[in-house]
């Protein structure tokens, strides 16, 4: 952790005036973020993940609110991840699905798809409703090392991840699928299909981004241990 600090002191970071909070009410947040002409290259990505930021379209950034510590950087250590039987049953439901990568999301459906699942998902969002300019900015806006993959039912796009390659894992950007397809659980099976992707690559760790224990939104990622939490600047594990 000591060496990886040391990146913070070559770059420039910008700390945001303070707005509402995406997850909690009632509460003002505030984010810092790394130069946005600084290019984004695995090995910045990588050390900076490894300090709890994340990536969101062109921009690294982390929380950096005055009265609150909620949102908790959290990755799985893929080697030591166990499937339980309620994972069996995602897995199960979703055999035949086909799943496809490339490097740039070119698909015509991946807008209608992002469009449907912002505004069925996070209608109490700051992202709703969705629009063509902010899928650009944030979905699209990739680096060298992002993989877009695309998860097909019978030729129909369902679910598309947005995923980084880091030098220590993989980090899980973004995913969106189908709100209509409730029965399949996509977010949960997107989460195991980048596990078994993280190890088929030999890496150690799928990056989850946040987690914050009052946010029902972020509990899913409870359901995936062990979990690492990153706490005072040291990565610990989930009890």
Known sequence: MKQNSSVINSVRLFRTATHPCSYKRNQQAATIFVDPDLKI???????????????????????????????????????????????RKVLNRNYDLKVSETTNLICDA??????????????????????I???EAFIKTKTEDTRFFQFHLRQKLIAVSVTDILEQGLSAVYTFFDPSLRERSLGNYAILWQIEKTRSIGLPYLFL???????SKM?????FRPLELLVDGKWILAH
Request: hydrophobic residues 20%; positive net charge; charged residues 25%.
């Open 209 to 215: 981004g946040y987690w914050i224990k009052s946010c």
């Open 41 to 87: 290259d695995r090995s910045l990505n990588s050390k900076l993940n490894e300090l709890g930021y994340r990536r969101s379209g062109s921009h690294l950034y982390r929380p950096d609110c005055d009265l609150c510590s909620a949102c908790i950087s959290c990755r799985l250590p893929v080697n030591q991840f166990e499937i339980k039987r309620h994972h």
């Open 110 to 131: 991946s807008y209608g798809l992002y469009e449907r699942y912002i505004n069925n998902r996070h209608s109490d969002g700051d992202m709703y409703p969705a629009s």
């Open 133 to 135: 300019d902010q899928f």
């Open 219 to 223: 509990q899913y990622k409870s359901k």
